[in-house]
């Protein structure tokens, strides 16, 4: 009893009779306008007295329905009905407004068969109750036949009496299981007409391949930061403590540093973070530079014991500002393998240029000496490197990294007409 109860009483349907219960609510402003429309042309002063009248009513009504269908909350507010009263799941369902000539058709059949099922369903729900109450009680009513509410004639019949709860219940059954029906079919045709069309899945695509570049972008600005920062801070921590007893100078040197180098890796950080958790950069810590950031990265980069020479044969200021933030990246990746790899009482060199409409940066150190008769060859191509690629990639450059005649050089190019115009904002 219970299992065939479910499928007419059961919360599914209740839920799928309060969403056509909404589709009949809706459907009423349609109507009303139809009997507009229908009172003066079939010249009857009340068109609500007569069954055939507001049939007519609602023909006219459903495509006004199908035409403000067409407006973008439509779908979204269609699909979030179905998904929590109908039972079909998030994902078979489009987000957002209809794109395209098909979707909105799609759009336009849907919120036309919801108001037009609706409709006959609610209308059903309020007559239908009270008639069955009515057949349901009769019996106990036979004592009205000799009154001025008098019962029909057939009703003077015993079997007509006994069968009227009969007829009630059915009627009661018959309302239920309409609609079930209705709810089940429109449920079975939501994912088709409410679906993704080719254009949505092409847009949900596009969306998640922006949200993965942003966040690889994030990954990188970690990674480059971060693991520059640390590379630094160690290595200026091991200098200072080898010349603790005799270089108080230096040691002040590379305290600063420190101090310096995880002041501003703590700021870039909780902006990349805040990037992460609002995904908005607004208020944040700008990016670092070339033109405003070099010097400081040059100065944490000695105290950690490296030296460096640095040739600007190209004034950093003259650099768009994503060019310049950019290569700010790409010098920190090179002076922070040179930290990690160089060894002690070398010079590394750096040179940035610009040749043939392209900006031209050269990081280079000797390659420490290995246990046989020639220099060791560093592995390269680790997640810094594949940083500078991408970093390269995005603004139409290339990348050359690995030994040549003792040093390992990373040279990078890149061209100065794609960069980003510089009063283009982007998050950090």
Known sequence: MREFARPLFGRRARLRWIHLILGGALAMPYVFVGAVVVGPATGADDVFSSLSLQLASFGVGLPLAAVTSLFPLTRPLETAAVRWLCGVDADRLAEGPARGRAAKGRTAAWFTLHLGFGGIVAGMSLAVPPFAAALIVLPLLAGLRGTRLGLPQVLDHAWALALAPVAGLA???????????AGALLARWAPALLGPTAEDRLAAAEARAADLAVRNRLARELHDSVGHALSAVTLQAGAARRVLGTDPGFVREALAAIEDTTRRTVAELDAVLGVLRDGDASGTAPAPTLAADLDGLLRRTRAGGLKVTAALRT??????PVLSREAYRIVQEGLSNALKHAGEGVTATLRVEVRDGHL?????????????????????GGHGLRGVEDRARLLGGTV???????TWRLHVRLPM???TPPDRKESQ
């Open 171 to 181: 009627s009661l059954l018959a309302l239920a299981g309409c609609a079930a029906g």
């Open 315 to 320: 004034p950093p200021e003259a650099l768009p």
């Open 360 to 380: 031209e940066i050269t990081v280079g150190n000797p390659l420490p000496a290995g246990p046989g008769p020639g220099p060791v060859t560093r592995p390269g």
């Open 400 to 406: 050359r990294a690995g030994p040549a005649e003792g």
């Open 417 to 419: 007409r794609t960069a």
